[in-house]
């Protein structure tokens, strides 16, 4: 297609910041995998300031002791994020999904593990 045809919509795709993007996924995936950001508006931050981290400490090493638990957390929680948004995309509607994930025991335990490692974001409710 003529670039004409694609400007609106690679300039809306540059005007989305990450933190959007991030939001975004949260907000369509929130009843299909309950909790997995905890306090959303904390989550993208955090998980926005981690991925500046990495992408700007490379040479010098991005995780220590002090941040460890919580990147772990903020991985797990993006790869559960994704998993979810994945399998929405298959039909399984949001609820049934929801109690698919309320049931399994690894996501339970990511859950559990996120409340000890990022009180912050998934203090219990």
Known sequence: PPRSTLFPYTTLFRSMTYAKRLLGLANHAKRAVPGVTGNTPEWVQRTKTARNDLAHQLEHGFIGEDNADEWIALLLSMQWLLK????????ISADELGALFGGNHAYQLFLTQARTWVPAVYSHP
């Open 84 to 91: 979810g948004t994945l399998l929405l995309k298959t039909g």
